[in-house]
């Protein structure tokens, strides 16, 4: 059975196994981001804090890029899904950021849920296959000395990258109409 916290956001397990934890807290962070822009129109999802440019939508943009990336690409060596695939990286390594302002709202979750969709059945055949020491099937880059990453490594990542950008979204949810919480 599966807890949900007062903003509907699935409690990771107290006492699961390993997998069952590093599933729960990825599924608790990608909850959080959600939480975060709820019910935001595309101004609200295009607000900024202060100096910086990120924003909401960006952020969206940019962790669908994320769960893709890890998940399509790293975890099964497969080519890029629509729109990544299409994309000169080399001419504006922050594309997906900087494109989200031209995306509506429901474009952007649409965008992010089927990404998250994608990771979750990718991650549960990984797990089948092979466990959380699966290695991934893309080749490293030189500088990682030949190791790709395990799925362990993709999972312990992709909890980070939510946990990061859930603490930017704080700022910048409070910005846009005071909304606050964890």
């Known amino acids: 059975m599966i807890n949900l916290d007062e903003q509907g956001r699935p409690e990771p397990p107290l006492a699961g196994d390993e997998t069952a934890t590093l599933l729960g807290f990825l599924d608790f962070h990608r909850a959080t981001l959600e939480w975060k822009c ?5 101004a609200g999802l295009a607000a900024t804090v202060g100096v910086s ?3 909401l939508g ?17 975890l099964y060596g ?18 997906d950021w900087h494109s989200a302002a031209e995306d509506s709202p429901e474009q952007l979750f649409a965008l992010w849920r089927d990404a998250v969709t994608r990771s ?4 549960a ?3 089948a296959d092979g466990g959380l020491d699966q290695p991934a099937r893309r080749t490293p880059p030189e500088h990682w000395h030949g190791e790709p990453p395990t799925l362990r490594w ?11 950008h859930n603490g ?10 005071g909304l606050t919480g964890e």
Do not use: N, Q
């Open 38 to 42: 709820a019910g935001l129109d595309a």
């Open 53 to 55: 440019s990120m924003t």
């Open 58 to 74: 960006g952020m969206v943009k940019h962790l669908a890029f994320v769960e893709d990336h890890w998940c399509t690409r790293w």
């Open 78 to 95: 497969r080519d890029m899904p629509p729109p990544w695939d299409t994309v000169d990286w080399k001419a504006d390594p922050d594309w």
């Open 120 to 123: 979750r059945t990718l991650v």
């Open 125 to 127: 055949e990984a797990l």
């Open 154 to 164: 993709i999972l312990v990542h992709l909890i980070e990258e939510y946990a990061r």
């Open 168 to 177: 930017h979204a704080d700022l910048l949810r409070e910005s846009v109409d």
